[in-house]
């Protein structure tokens, strides 16, 4: 099936903003919690979402092989399951409905009141069960940096660096959604001239400015996705802000790698944008040197050109930008993490998460974390009205926006938005 959903001048008979993230050509999926606390799979057009159940209901959807109950779930994980010629359709029949030169649900007064819903009126819940996740490191600028700090700038990358996208497995428990807070960790840490390590709140909680994208079922046990095919198994991306406490990390990653410094809460933006949305925003994804293994070589443009963004807003203060970033930058693409992610025959499920590793630009001004943006708190980050920031303090608020744009048109994912809390007491 063509996909048709692209078209920039195509315009919807529900009102959308000139800057919105949500114009007719985006129709992302959530899941949402409506005003009379029924849990829904939806979409959104501006700052309205709507209830694919409803839709389902009354006959929207016919000609379209959907279960009757395939958007009445607490997840995406069966709808993402069908596969992308379901995806396809789905999103096809949404943006033709929607479409201001279609009169059918725009005229009929009873279907607009059960299906629509303002944006203030619900409550966006976790998109996906997710069963596995795993994050990568992909970001040369990123892996460099911190080569840079905490090893040698002679040979900041690791002799594998060039040579495989590196990963590691994570915790899917503690990924939450945008608007969740999370609480400052406590743990071991080995401060500088201490004798003994101690143990106590981090004094070091950074973001990590990160995309995820999630996967459907691709392979048996054993089986490998070549990656020519590999992007047939990615539904969509979310922003994704990979906690992480930086003295936690120093003290408790070797030799097996992160643990608890990473799995206390990673927070993600709850509507996953299609990859077909994306299409539009293809680029070439870096010159590789050396040339990667055959599994990893890919064709033509394989990157997309998504603008990114992280705000730090202080309880009661404004918020201030403190990065700007690029998806583009990201030295190993998606579709060659999942080559690699499968090359030993591991399986990948529908509800998989994959992250990007944090996305660094070539710039001070476009690293993706405080870790580098203070440079191992040696150079404070300046913040409005004075204030100041080496790190993430007690009850500040850490905002990842996403968009991209060209001629015009736009596609974004909102954003991802999470107050820090103070630790826990310890007895
Ligand atoms: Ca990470």
Not at 221 to 247: H, Q
Request: with cysteine.
């Amino acid at each position: 099936m063509p996909e048709n959903t692209n078209d920039p001048a195509k315009k919807s008979w529900l009102e959308v903003a000139q800057d919105s993230d949500f114009p007719i050509q985006n129709i992302p999926f959530g899941v949402f919690l409506t005003r009379d606390d029924i849990i829904t799979i939806g979409t959104r057009i501006g700052d309205y979402a709507i209830d694919l159940g409803a839709l389902h209901q009354l006959g929207y959807f016919e000609g379209i092989p959907l279960t009757d109950d395939i958007f009445l779930q607490d997840t995406l994980n069966d709808f993402i399951s069908d596969g992308k010629k379901t995806w396809r359709a789905v999103r096809n029949r949404i943006s033709e409905l929607f479409d201001i030169e279609n009169p059918s649900l725009q005229q009929n007064e009873d279907h607009k009141k059960v299906v629509l819903f303002a944006m203030d009126e619900i409550e966006m819940k976790l998109p996906v069960q997710i069963g596995d996740y795993t994050d990568f490191y992909s970001s040369k600028e990123h892996a460099t940096n911190v080569g840079t700090m905490f090893r040698d700038p002679e040979n900041a990358l690791m002799p594998n660096w060039l040579h495989i996208p590196v990963g590691y497995h994570g915790r899917s428990s503690t990924i939450v959604p945008s608007g969740i807070p999370v609480r400052r960790p406590v743990g071991q840490t080995f401060p500088k001239g201490a004798e003994h390590p101690v143990f106590g709140p981090s004094r070091l909680v950074d973001f990590e400015l990160e995309m995820a994208f999630i996967t459907t079922d691709a392979n048996a046990l054993g089986e490998a996705i070549p990656i020519a095919e590999a992007e047939d198994y990615i539904f969509g991306m979310v922003l994704f802000n990979d906690w992480s406490a930086r003295d936690i990390q120093k003290w408790e990653y070797v030799p097996l790698g992160p643990f608890l410094a990473k799995n206390f809460a990673s927070s993600i933006s709850p509507w996953i944008v299609t990859m077909d949305a994306l299409e539009p925003f293809r680029v070439e994804s870096p010159k590789q040197d050396p040339e990667p293994f055959p599994y990893l070589r890919h064709q033509g443009a394989n990157s997309y050109d998504i603008h990114l963004e992280v705000a730090i807003a202080p309880e009661g203060e404004e918020a201030t930008t403190v990065t700007r970033s690029n998806f583009k930058y990201m030295y190993w693409t998606m579709v060659q993490q999942l080559a690699h992610h499968t090359v030993n025959g591991c399986t990948i499920n529908s509800g998989d998460m994959m992250g990007s590793g944090t996305i660094s630009g070539p710039t001070p001004d476009s690293y993706g974390s405080m870790l580098e943006l203070s440079w191992q708190g040696t150079k404070p980050v300046p913040l409005k009205n004075n204030i100041e920031r080496k790190f993430i303090a007690d009850n500040d608020t850490v905002i990842l926006k996403g968009f991209c744009e060209k001629s015009g048109s736009r596609i974004g994912f909102g954003e991802v938005s999470t107050k820090l809390l103070p630790a826990r007491e310890i007895d």
